[in-house]
């Protein structure tokens, strides 16, 4: 059973910094999402199983790093020069087979319960 569990969200000010961690049940192509209230769910970025390849959305880019450790099978989102459009609800999920590159909510077949982040300006 693939099981995915985030921690690390919270209140910060513009400008600060948070870092997420989402722990799984195995070694997953591992992908981070954030929801906004009345917003779709829109991708952040995504590690490979053994973390030797990443890729970022646009918005994030330069501001957020994503990394894994996979001694403890635990992927981190590391989020500097936060913004208040960054606060949502952060969601990490494991990528189905095959669909690397992706950056579509429907190529992740099983998610966490996610983690709240509100950017205060």
């Known amino acids: 059973q693939v099981q995915l569990v985030e921690s690390g969200g919270g209140l910060v000010q513009a400008g600060g910094s948070l870092r997420l961690s989402c722990t799984t049940s195995?070694?997953?192509?591992t992908g981070w999402f954030r929801q906004a209230p009345g917003k779709e769910r829109e991708f952040v970025s995504a590690?490979?199983?053994?973390?030797?390849?990443?890729y970022y959305a646009d918005s994030v880019k330069g501001r957020f790093t994503i990394s894994r450790e996979n001694a403890k099978n635990t992927v981190y989102l590391q989020m500097n020069s936060l913004k208040p459009e960054d606060t949502a609800v952060y969601h990490c999920a494991a990528m189905n087979q095959g669909e690397w590159g992706s950056r579509k909510a429907a190529s992740y077949g099983y998610w966490g319960q996610g983690t709240q982040v509100t950017v205060s300006s």
């Open positions: 590690i490979g199983w053994n973390g030797g390849m990443w």
């Open positions: 195995g070694r997953y192509n």
